[in-house]
Structures are given as C-alpha cells and as structure tokens.
C-alpha cells in the first residue's frame, strides 16, 4: 500500500510560479510511475504530467499539451518524492492538484492507469 501526500499549493497571480511536491511511503518507489492530475469544479479530472519509474524507461516525462513547456515533473529517488514545477501560471491552471502512483509498464498518461493517489492540493491563480 503506497500513501501519497501533496504539498505547496496555494494562491498565485497569473504569470507566478509554484512548486508541488509528493511524499510517497509504504512502498517501493523505483517500481511505480508517478503522475500529477487535476481537477476544476464542474470538469473531469485531467492528465498533467507524468513520469515513468527509472526501471521500466528510464524516467521519461510525459505533458499535457495545455501545460507543455510551462511545467516540469521531477522525482529525487532518494527522497521518494516526486515534485511538480509550475511557471508561467495561468488563471484556467486552476484546480485541485492530485498526485498519483501506479505500477510501470502501462499508459502513464491515464487516470486508470494509477492506483494510488493523494488528497489533493488546491491551487488557484488570480487574474
């Protein structure tokens, strides 16, 4: 059983930057794609980043296009902690932010893919 707990959403304006992390425990990190979803009120919950564990590809990254080239997804194997760098931040980036890990091999870029997933952080950004 693997539990997730996200970090460092908050209130931003348009044009900031923030930077979520992940804490992953009770499992064994290296085994696990690590992806980010959100989700606005009213919308479906959505793919954001994903990447692959370092024993399946080799940490390939994986974008959303709506967030290619203004984000950045990372993960320190020696901390079990996979972070999410947000730049150029827009108010329509706003949502609740989910981390999520689920076994290597399969489409990172699919909810139904992750098996495990965090409580959310909120982040919102201001016009």
């Known amino acids: 059983q693997v539990q997730l707990a996200e970090s460092g959403g908050g209130l931003v304006q348009a044009g900031g930057s923030l930077r979520l992390s992940c804490a992953a425990s009770?499992?064994?990190?290296?085994?696990?794609?690590m992806g980010w979803f959100r989700q606005a009120p009213g919308k479906a919950r959505e793919f954001v980043a994903a990447?692959?564990?370092?024993?399946?590809?080799?940490?390939?990254?994986y974008y959303a296009d709506s967030v290619k080239g203004r984000f950045t997804i990372s993960r320190d194997y020696a901390k079990n902690t996979v972070a999410l760098q947000m730049n150029s931040l827009k108010p329509e980036d706003t949502a609740v932010y989910y981390c999520a890990a689920g076994p290597t091999g399969h489409n990172p870029t699919s909810r139904w893919t992750y098996r495990y997933w965090g409580q959310g952080t909120q982040v919102t950004v201001s016009s």
């Open positions: 990447i692959t564990a370092i024993s399946w590809s080799d940490d390939s990254t």
């Open positions: 009770g499992g064994t990190f290296s085994n696990y794609d």
